[in-house]
């Protein structure tokens, strides 16, 4: 029965075939191409001489681009096998490397200046300056003292306690002061008359009498003074909606699953 199955013409087919494709396989497969640029050369050797503080020599050279070649077939063989999956480390340096490419195109074209200014109508308030003050103040641990020294007229600094505080603020903008002084002090600073002594004015630490010099109005600058923060934030916002493009194309090719 054994031979009578060996003399079917079949069997000598599926054998025939078997054994063409362990012979294409071992054989007859064509080998990848690993090509290695003159630019990368360029930059194996910059780096080189970046580190020694000189070229490599010949033999340098050729390590270092045997070590390139020996780096590209072992990221081929990796992916190959699969093992660039659920590595966290590798998918972010992937991620990378394609928004990357995907900006650099939004980069290619500078904005133009109408495109400068809708922005920056659109995001005044992200470009205003703030107001900005110019103040003494005299430093009293409670109120009644620090009204008592008001009254009193002169000069109140004479009177006032000590504290870690300027006694001179120059122009500063109102969030500085907010910071050193208290949200609650820098609003009622912008109220107070120029010129004169007045308060008192809480802070985080007491009373305040304050006598404002000079006042700064905030204002929205002109494109031409702000015009590469305009510029910049532009650019980023075009590279985000380039990203987010992408991605919705990109997420048609995929049914996703959240189990």
């Known amino acids: 029965m054994l031979k009578r199955w060996l003399r079917e013409p079949l069997v000598h087919f599926l054998a025939l075939g078997a054994l063409l494709f362990l012979v294409f396989h071992v054989w007859g497969s064509s080998p990848q191409r690993i090509v290695i640029t003159p630019g990368q050369v360029q930059s194996l050797t910059a780096g080189f001489q970046r580190v020694w503080q000189r070229p490599p020599t010949e033999a340098e050279l050729k390590h270092l681009v045997g070590e390139q070649v020996r ?8 992916a190959a096998l699969g093992l660039d ?12 490397k394609l928004e990357f490419l995907a900006e650099e195109t939004v980069d290619a074209a500078p904005p133009t200046d109408a495109e400068l200014q809708a922005y920056l109508a659109a995001h005044a308030e992200q470009f205003r300056e703030e ?3 110019a ?41 500085d002061i907010a910071r050193r002084f ?66 919705a194309r990109l997420l048609e090719k995929y049914e996703v699953v959240i189990q």
């Open 71 to 78: 780096a590209e077939i072992a990221a081929r063989e990796a």
């Open 131 to 133: 107001p900005e003050t």
């Open 182 to 247: 208290g949200r609650e002090f820098a609003e009622r600073l912008e109220a107070l008359p120029t010129d004169r002594w007045a308060g008192p004015v809480r802070s985080g630490y007491g009373a305040h009498l304050v006598l404002v010099r000079e006042r700064k109005a905030g204002r929205l600058p002109a494109l031409a003074e702000i015009r590469p923060r305009v510029e910049r934030e532009v650019l980023a916002q075009r590279r985000q909606q380039a990203l987010d493009a992408l991605y």
């Open 85 to 96: 999956r659920d590595d966290i480390v590798v998918q972010r340096r992937l991620r990378q």
């Open 135 to 175: 103040f003494r103040q005299a430093y009293f641990k409670s109120l009644d003292a620090a009204r008592a020294a008001l009254a009193a007229g002169g000069d109140p600094v004479a009177r006032s306690d000590r504290i870690m505080l300027p006694e001179d603020v120059a122009l500063a903008p109102r969030s």
